[in-house]
């Protein structure tokens, strides 16, 4: 019995050895197709982990474009708003500055139907200054008045500038009744035509004096002519001349002015 069980425990170790190795290849096969597996299972979560880190990128990317964009819109719009607001603005300012406009228009029409119906009158009461006036300057006033006249009667030209010529023309004809002068004309004295310096004091009174000195007239309002004055009055006329044309100083002269109206 003994060497029977002896026998087979010597079977046993014999066939334990076997086994491993009749196994051995079963369980390297095994072993290789789990490296395998896991191997592949690795290689897939590191190709899953890389495709989930370059979704993350671009995700990350794209965020960070889209707040760009984001804040690219904000500053435009509160750009636009700023502008739409300067605009609201100025369509208002404009606005009033139509009504301004209208309204100066309104005035401006106004003043010219008020204006130029003046300008005729001052116009017409320069022509008759000038008519009933001592016959001073008689072509220069006259060239001046004919001037007007015609800028008047211009619809082109601006209700403005005919104001301001018109008070000009008013102007120096004022003037001539503050100043005294002497300028070189001719005259009709009796039935003959004479050359010589005319001395005009102020709009009251002209005076006469002939080149050679030796002769004076004074124009008779009264009797619209030159008339001869007394050899008398001679010097003082000079004098006169003489003073206007500042060759000595003022002083008192004894001049005569003649009729001063018609009788």
Same mark, same amino acid.
């Given at each position: ?20 190795? &009749? &196994? ?16 592949? =299972?690795? !290689?897939?979560?590191?190709? %899953?982990?890389?495709? !989930? ?15 760009? +964009? ?10 636009? +708003?700023?502008? =739409? ?7 208002? !300012?404009?606005?009033?500055? %139509? ?21 005729? +009158?001052? $116009? ?53 009744? =503050? ?13 003959? $035509?004479?050359?010589? $310096? ?43 001349? +003489? ?18 109206? %018609?009788?």
């Amino acid at each position: 019995m003994r060497m029977g069980r002896k026998k087979g425990t010597v079977i046993r170790k014999k066939l334990l050895p076997l086994m491993v190795v &009749l &196994l051995w290849p079963v369980f390297t096969a095994t072993a290789a197709e789990t490296a395998a597996v896991v191997e592949k =299972n690795v !290689s897939t979560a590191i190709d %899953v982990r890389q495709a !989930s880190q370059k979704e993350q990128e671009k995700w990350d990317v794209q965020r960070a474009e889209l707040a760009a +964009e984001y804040d690219r819109l904000i500053a435009e719009n509160e750009i636009l +708003e700023a502008e =739409n607001k300067r605009r609201s603005d100025r369509s208002a !300012s404009l606005g009033q500055e %139509v009504a301004l406009l209208e309204q100066e228009k309104t005035q401006t029409r106004q003043v010219r139907e008020e204006l130029l119906p003046f300008l005729a +009158e001052v $116009q017409a009461d320069l022509i008759r200054l000038k008519a009933e006036d001592i016959p001073f300057l008689r072509e220069e006033r006259s060239t001046r008045l004919q001037k007007l006249a015609a800028l008047m009667d211009d619809p082109e030209v601006p209700v403005a500038e005919k104001f301001r010529r018109t008070m000009e023309a008013l102007g120096i004809e004022a003037e001539y009744g =503050n100043t005294i002068e002497v300028y070189h004309d001719r005259i009709l004295l009796g039935d003959q $035509q004479v050359s010589g $310096q005319i001395f005009r004091l102020g709009r009251i009174s002209l005076y006469y004096m002939s080149l050679d000195g030796q002769e004076a007239a004074v124009f008779d309002v009264g009797e619209q002519q030159w008339r001869r004055l007394d050899d008398r009055f001679v010097p003082a006329v000079s004098a006169a001349v +003489e003073i206007a044309l500042k060759r000595r100083t003022a002083g008192i002269l004894d001049l005569p002015l003649g009729r001063l109206a %018609v009788p």
